[in-house]
């Protein structure tokens, strides 16, 4: 994965840490931009892709902070996130 | 309207879901516990009783769990109510404790800063500090509260005498004061995250911690194909365990019930007064309370599981099969509890945020099989399939029709909520955002009081309207009497029996006769009534104990096999039972919803029951 790509949460390869740049309003639930901040993600915040569901397709398993996330990959995608650069502080 | 708040002080547990608010909550008042529901709203209020050191006592409130004060569930409303004195009949409390779990203060953290600025007193209880300190977050509980300006105590609620810290600030005089503005934290929401990000980097607690043991659990649990197997497994063992560890405790209150029905019979004179005493409330309530070891057991797995933290991976494992459907993962909990009986199901369903997916679970949870049912499954069973080994002797006919029993009301419910989905209106996005919490050791002292509140729940309901509808019954099947050289029996003469004869004709077509008709009325009460109603029905002179089997030989000869399937066939979709059909109007408050869910219901019934006898009749049964 390219350093500095920006891309949705729902689309990074498992166990790679990534920082959440922003988390936007999908046009769908613009209700779940809100939701996502209060249950942890901020831009800033570390993030792993933990695992996937049956057959590598919803819901995600997603690592915030030291809780953990059942997502499905819509609401995955209003999170937008670059990967960690080692020894960079957010 | 008028509420009446008792005197004394009140405290209020406030903290995120998962953050071991409610073992905290056992620890500090024990047995001392009200479980009932918020004025005007089904949501659960747990009220303790709490001795200070000095011998007073304050009041505990376990507010639900709640990631913010910007409700989004009925039940996080509830918690931003009662906090900023808003809630109906509840005083504002006047100490919060704020629990936060520490192995996740990051998020804590928003919370309790949001509940300092509603300038209430308020303590901070930095829980599960010793899972923290195990994955080497150690936490400084005084540098804490210097940066919050709160008084901050270490918690382990699941140790006892891990809350002595927490009984201790109670008697600090100041901690009942309301915190001192302070310039260093921000006076709105906006200025909260970097205020967090700041605390955390000084306290030098930025840094992600996997929970190793928990991710190792879960790389079996949420494996593709290892987790589903596990969880059919899961199930499996559960469901067995409802039935086959529920044999002998069923059989001690069967016996303990024929024991004081005789021992009653033999002292009083017989008369209107035995017979209420013995047809009516012994038989009746006996009938009933047979079935508390299966809800034990049932609920004592649920319970189990969902503190040990498997029930929401059962709900990820299985979120793509409901979401087929149209629904999300988090049905599968309320749907779940539904199998013991469908009023936990329906209140549990509270816990789903979206409007719609929380409706469709209250309407399709009916169609779990319930408990009630099992002992009409039972008594139709045992007379009608015969005892045969199938598969070369490794299953059993019998078990194979109970378990195609509970398959076709799991897949009515799918239907259903399929055909919710294909012919509802609009197209509507649904949420999951739901946590999967690490795995705990579920303590016993937490299970045994869960188990204690179900337990009183299901004898209140006993002791309400199951007894007021059996007493009903008993004098609707008992009077009028018959006149003086009336042939048959006495119950063909009564209002039960009049009113039967009226109903059989609409049964007819599904081929119940009379004394089917007049039992299914006792049996919108509570299912389970309709064998003893049964028994009654045909004037057995036996007691409720063995009602059942000797009910089994009368019904095997008077009944033809077509009827005995329509039934069958008939209680997979039953009309549920009246206490059901309430508990659908309190969560959906109105008439609306109950007499949707009772109309669909009776119509799935009745065209099953039709198929089935019609079917059953065509090849000769």
Known sequence: ?90 | MLHLQPMGRLIALVGNPNCGKTALFNRLTGSRQKVANYAGVTVERKEGQLVLADGKKVRLLDLPGTYSLHPRSPDERVTCDVLAGRALGEKRPDLAVCVVDATNLRRSLHLVLSVRRLGIPCIVALNMADMAARRGVRIDPAALSRELGLPVVSTVAVQASGDSALRAAFDVAEHWLPPNRTDALPDNEEGDHETVRQILQRLQLDQIVPHLASDRIDRITLHPVLGPTLLALVLFLVFQAVFSWAEMPMGAIEAATAWLAEAVSGRLSAGWFRSLLVDGLIAGLGGVIVFLPQIVILFFFILVLEESGYLPRAAFLLDRLMGSVGLSGRSFIPLLSSFACAIPGIMAARTINNPRDRLVTIMIAPLMTCSARLPVYALLISAFIPMREVAGGYLQLQGLVLFGLYMAGILGALAVAWVIKRFGSGQQTRTLMMELPTYHWPTVRNVLIGLWQRVMIFMRRVGGIILVLTVALWFLSSYPVPPAGAEGPAIEHSFAGTLGRWLAVVFAPIGFNWQISIALVPGMAAREVLVSSLGTVYALSATGDDTAAVLGPIIAQSWSMATALSLLAWFVFAPQCLATLAAIKRETGGWRYPLIAAGYLFALAYLASFITYRTALALGA
């Not at chain 1, 999908?26 to 695992?51: C, D, K, Q, T």
């Open chain 1, 1 to 90: 994965m390219k350093d500095n790509v920006e891309v949705g949460l729902h689309q990074v390869p498992i166990g790679y840490p990534m920082t959440v740049r922003s988390v936007v309003e999908s046009s769908e639930a613009p209700e779940w931009a809100g939701w996502l901040r209060e249950i942890g993600f901020y831009p800033g915040e570390r993030v792993v892709l933990m695992n996937r569901g049956f057959l590598g397709g919803d819901p995600l398993m997603v690592r915030i902070g030291m809780s953990t996330f059942a997502l499905r990959a819509a609401e995955a995608a209003c999170v937008r996130v670059v990967a960690t650069q080692p020894g960079l502080q957010p």
